[in-house]
């Protein structure tokens, strides 16, 4: 059983940086496609980014196109995700999972701690 550990969440004013890392254990996630969801207060889990095994391919959210990068590290079992020009609609708790390459669903039902991104204006 695989387990999920997100990090690199914090407060940062509108404009600013950060970036998440996602940690597995338990399970090699080098042969999946993974990726990044986002939860609102108030709103459901939503899709963020997804990379496929490889590193080769990766897709976004429209609203975070061109603003973050999903890249990975299969030796380190990790995943990253690097958000720039941060808004503050990017506040959200953030989870990794693995991620269904086409639909974009999360592929695994248990989920980690996440992190908490929180952007201020």
């Known amino acids: 059983q695989v387990q999920l550990g997100e990090s690199g969440g914090g407060l940062v004013q509108a404009g600013g ?23 609102a207060p108030g709103k459901e889990r939503a899709f963020v980014a997804v990379i496929s095994s490889s590193g080769s391919r990766s897709y ?17 079992n990790a995943v990253y995700l690097q958000m720039n020009s941060l808004k503050p609609e990017d506040t959200a708790v953030y989870y ?7 639909s ?18």
């Open 60 to 76: 976004y959210a429209d609203s975070v196109k061109g603003r973050f990068t999903i890249s990975r590290d299969n030796a380190k």
């Open 96 to 102: 990794c999972n693995r991620v269904e390459l086409v």
């Open 17 to 39: 940086s950060l970036r998440l890392s996602c940690a597995a254990s338990g399970r090699t996630i080098s042969s999946y496609s993974m990726g990044w969801f986002r939860q």
């Open 104 to 121: 974009k669903r999360p592929m695994w039902n248990d989920w980690g701690q996440g992190t908490q991104v929180t952007v201020t204006s």
